[in-house]
């Protein structure tokens, strides 16, 4: 079977920033297109479907060296959430590195990373490099093996890149 998901989100937003602590809170529109090959009747997000969708993200730095980051997201659409934990120490000014913990669920479907094996499914092994900063760009990843509900596993990578004003 093969699938198709596109997603798009339109989330404004607002930001709080005191001294190393940022909080960001998003709120808007979520738009959902599912597909299988060959077709599944019984799969619930096949179709479009549009709804609300809110996010928040928090950045605080406890002392100079470390770094401690969350984001969560809920929307209405087959009751998706997801959420994510991640801790880091800087290394020689250069970025920050540290375990990640991230978790994705939605009506019948559930999926966790951790960043400790503790021999059951659903739990990995992984890590982050995050604020990796060349020239206007600030870098972040993740990289860890990735079990489901569904019985899948396999690696999973996170890019993100970034820049600011």
């Known amino acids: 079977m093969t699938g198709t998901d596109e997603n798009l989100q339109l989330l404004p937003g607002w930001r709080f920033t005191r001294d190393r602590f940022e909080a960001k809170i998003f709120v808007g529109l979520d738009a959902k297109y599912g597909a299988t090959s060959p077709d599944d009747p019984d799969n619930r997000l096949r179709g479009t479907h549009v709804g609300p969708r809110t996010a928040v993200d928090v950045w605080y730095e406890p002392t100079p ?3 401690l980051a969350a984001d969560a ?3 209405s659409i087959a009751t998706g959430n997801s959420a994510r934990l991640a801790f880091g120490w800087r290394l020689n000014d ?3 590195l540290g375990p990640e ?3 994705f669920a939605c009506d019948g479907y559930r999926q966790l990373r951790l960043g400790a094996v503790l021999g059951r499914k659903w739990y990995q092994l992984g890590a982050h490099v995050t604020a990796l900063k060349t020239g206007l760009w ?3 990843a ?3 093996w990735s079990d489901d509900t569904d019985g899948r596993t396999g690696p999973y990578l996170r890019l993100g890149v970034l ?3």
Do not use: D, H, K, V
């Open 65 to 67: 060296s470390t770094m």
């Open 163 to 165: 820049t600011r004003r």
């Open 94 to 96: 250069w970025f920050y």
């Open 142 to 144: 993740a990289a860890r």
């Open 101 to 103: 913990a991230q978790a």
């Open 73 to 75: 997201s809920l929307t």
């Open 138 to 140: 600030e870098w972040s």
